[in-house]
């Protein structure tokens, strides 16, 4: 029972576009919402949070955006770069019980 | 750099063994996290500490363990080891309980022959 999706597992964008990454869950009960970026031998690096009393937090070239009765989240890059391409993975909270839930991850690839 | 530290880098080790992973969190965080990343899975949550405690519970098998130390370093220890658990550990920190930032670790890669 996979509470966590990120149905694209591989996403391809030109450098200076908007790259996308979606991500949907089936819980209520996360109420924060992280993104996170991983190179290859790397662990994750947090990258944006929301929390559930908020539907958008921007930081630079990343957005995040929830979506609370559809229970979707996305990240937004603008402009994406060549150094943007990575895997992106979410990952959900649940304050209650302090546990965290990763998605499969999306690999992104932003092409100069 | 993320500031957390796990030790060894790479271990190679035959079934049936038992191997102790070390993780020191960043400086000031009191959570500790430990997760597994297999080839064919994504980032599962093994266990949380906060300051010496249990936490919460993931997906963590009965024959692993871990825990938190009075000076918040923790260890997570793996016994009679199967192909299976073959796999990339990653540590985690973060300063409450609450993961809203989650700082991680380079990881263990462990091999089991």
């Known amino acids: 029972d996979q509470q966590v999706k990120q149905n694209s597992p591989s996403l391809s964008v030109q450098e200076g576009r908007i790259s996308i990454l979606n991500c949907d869950y089936t819980?209520?009960?996360?109420?924060?919402f992280l993104w996170y970026k991983k190179y290859p031998a790397e662990g994750p690096t947090f990258l944006i949070s929301?929390?559930?009393?908020?539907d958008k937090n921007e930081d630079g070239r990343f957005t995040v955006f929830l979506n609370k009765s559809a229970k979707h989240l996305s990240l937004h890059i603008v402009p994406s770069q060549p150094g943007d391409s990575a895997v992106y993975f979410c990952a959900l909270g649940s304050s209650n019980t302090g546990k965290l839930i990763f998605g499969q991850g999306t690999t992104l690839q932003v092409k100069p | 750099d993320s500031g957390v530290t796990q030790t060894p880098k790479h271990l190679i080790t035959a079934t049936g063994q038992r191997v102790t992973l070390r993780c020191s969190p960043r400086s000031g965080d009191l959570s500790v996290y430990w997760y597994q990343q297999s080839l064919d899975q994504g980032l599962q949550f093994l266990i949380q500490?906060?300051?010496?405690?249990?936490?919460a519970k993931g997906n963590i098998l009965e024959r692993f363990s871990a825990q938190q130390f009075p000076d918040l370093h923790s260890e997570l220890n793996l016994s009679s080891l199967e192909l299976g658990d073959s796999a990339l550990y990653f540590c985690?920190?973060?300063?409450?309980?609450?993961?809203?930032?989650?700082?991680f670790g380079p990881g263990t890669r462990l091999l089991v022959l």
């Open positions: 929301i929390s559930s009393i908020k």
């Open positions: 985690a920190s973060s300063p409450g309980q609450v993961p809203e930032t989650q700082y």
């Open positions: 819980n209520s009960m996360f109420d924060y």
């Open positions: 500490y906060y300051n010496g405690e249990e936490r």
